[in-house]
């Protein structure tokens, strides 16, 4: 049973436009949400996190937003850069859960074209 | 300062061999985390420890067991593999028990390969 879905395994955008990632969650006991960034051969990078009190959180060029009633947040980077090529990874933890365990999606592979 | 790193990068076992990753935290990091990685999948957190102790664990057999150091360097060992432990182990550090532990500083990786 997957709590975090990334159901496009990847996604090309062209360089200097919005790159949009999307992830949906099922459990609603999942109150932090956070973006990693995978290069290959490389473990996953911290990205951006939002806390399920907000809706909205923006760091740069990133922008996570958070649907609850959806259960869905999304990933805004503008523009996008050659850079940003990269494997992206939603993953999603409840602060009740003493495992402090995070849960992952499969990730999604964003190709920048110059 | 020192980020995190996993020996070895990468190694070949046997089906019922037993095997051993190392993992050094980032520096003033207490917390360490271990994920195993499928191709084509998340990571998956196998288990964490939090000064010294074991503090959470995933959905693994007690054939994955691990230990923290007092210098919180961290090792993942696992007995009698099995074809299906193949794949990308993973460990990450972070600092403390609270919110800010989910932002997680991850080592390259050790990938492994049960033959």
């Known amino acids: 049973d997957q709590q975090v879905k990334q159901n496009s395994p990847s996604l090309s955008v062209q360089e200097g436009r919005i790159s949009i990632l999307n992830c949906d969650y099922t459990?609603?006991?999942?109150?932090?949400f956070l973006w990693y960034k995978k290069y290959p051969a490389e473990g996953p990078t911290f990205l951006i996190s939002?806390?399920?009190i907000k809706d909205k959180n923006e760091d740069g060029r990133f922008t996570v937003f958070l649907n609850k009633s959806a259960k869905h947040l999304s990933l805004h980077i503008v523009p996008s850069q050659p850079g940003d090529s990269a494997v992206y990874f939603c993953?999603?933890?409840?602060?009740?859960?003493?495992?402090?365990?995070?849960?992952w999606g499969a990730g999604t592979k964003l190709i920048i074209k110059p | 300062e020192t980020g995190v790193t996993q020996s070895p990068t990468h190694l070949i076992k046997t089906r019922g061999q037993q095997v051993t990753l190392r993992c050094s935290s980032q520096?003033?990091?207490?917390?360490v985390s271990w994920y195993q990685q499928a191709l084509g999948q998340g990571p998956q957190f196998i288990f964490q420890?939090?000064?010294?102790?074991?503090?959470g664990r995933g959905n693994f057999p007690p054939r994955f067991s691990g230990l923290q150091f007092p210098n919180y360097s961290s090792e993942l060992n696992v007995n009698a593999l099995e074809l299906d432990d193949s794949a990308l182990y993973l460990c990450?550090?972070?600092?403390?028990?609270?919110?800010?532990?989910?932002?997680?500083?991850f080592g390259p990786g050790t990938r492994l390969t049960v033959t």
């Open positions: 420890y939090y000064r010294e102790e074991e503090n």
């Open positions: 939002i806390s399920s």
């Open positions: 459990n609603s006991m999942f109150d932090y």
């Open positions: 520096s003033g990091h207490n917390t």
């Open positions: 993953a999603a933890s409840a602060e009740k859960d003493s495992n402090y365990q995070l849960i």
């Open positions: 990450a550090s972070s600092l403390g028990l609270s919110a800010r532990s989910y932002e997680q500083y």
